[in-house]
């Protein structure tokens, strides 16, 4: 089965920018998407398409994917950005998602 | 306002059976696939199926083919997760999802539920 690879964690002080990487197989041949979710809500779809971003998601979040991997760029991070975050691709009609990287904003 | 509204918190003992709820408004329910998407306390997403109310097309993660079965009734708007025996390592947050568009592939879930709790215990 098809498997998304994602770190566990990622640490990045405010204003700086934050990346967050996802790996898998020719990934770059499908469509990437990234889901942020904090401590008792729901996720939220902050890229689609590999670089789309839905209506009311700040420009800051910018996404991209070639070749194993998609990455999520998060520029001039905020203290409200920390959350996990959550690759998603799609293999055949099946969904799969990365296992997750909690974002630290210090 | 385009939202899933799902069902309440259950609590619910080993062997029980359960059917949780995922009713859509705002958008026409019968256009767009609805997923269902697990989440076990501390972990991560895992994708568990996902429906076409029009038709009611059903596709399984095999990770949950068999597990569990995905229903819908599109006179009320209404996907359903349902569980005939219950067990213990089935507690999780159990979220519903609608995508972005009316593609079945290649787009992201916009549209989440708020979640519902699923505790099995004895």
């Known amino acids: 089965s098809y498997e998304l690879t994602q770190p566990p964690s990622v640490s990045v002080s405010p204003g700086q920018t934050a990346s967050i990487t996802c790996s898998g197989d020719?990934?770059?041949?499908?469509?990437a998407c990234w889901y942020q979710q904090k401590p008792g809500q729901s996720p939220v779809l902050v890229i689609y398409?590999?670089?789309k971003r839905p209506s009311g998601i700040p420009e800051r979040f910018s996404g991209s994917n070639s070749g194993n991997t998609a990455t999520l760029t998060i520029s001039g991070t905020q203290a409200m950005d920390e959350a996990d975050y959550y690759c998603?691709?799609?293999?055949?009609?099946?969904?799969?998602f990365g296992g997750g990287t909690k974002l630290t904003v210090l | 306002e385009v939202q899933l509204v799902q069902s309440g918190a259950e609590v619910k003992k080993p062997g029980e059976s359960l059917k949780i709820s995922c009713k859509g408004s705002?958008?026409?329910?019968?256009?767009?696939?609805i997923a269902w998407v697990r989440q076990m306390p501390g972990k991560g997403l895992e994708w568990m199926g996902i429906?076409?109310?029009?038709?009611?097309?059903?596709r399984y993660s095999p990770s949950f083919q068999g597990q569990v079965t995905i229903s819908a009734d599109r006179s009320v708007s209404t996907a359903y997760l349902q569980w005939s025996s219950l067990k213990a390592s089935d507690t999780a947050i159990y979220y519903c999802?609608?995508?972005?568009?009316?593609?079945?592939?290649?787009?992201?879930?916009?549209?989440w539920g708020q979640g519902t709790v699923v505790t099995v215990s004895s």
């Open positions: 705002g958008f026409s329910f019968t256009n767009y696939w």
């Open positions: 020719e990934l770059g041949d499908k469509y």
């Open positions: 398409k590999d670089t």
């Open positions: 429906i076409y109310p029009s038709d009611s097309d059903t």
């Open positions: 999802a609608r995508p972005i568009t009316t593609r079945l592939m290649d787009d992201g879930f916009e549209i």
């Open positions: 998603q691709a799609w293999d055949s009609t099946t969904v799969v």
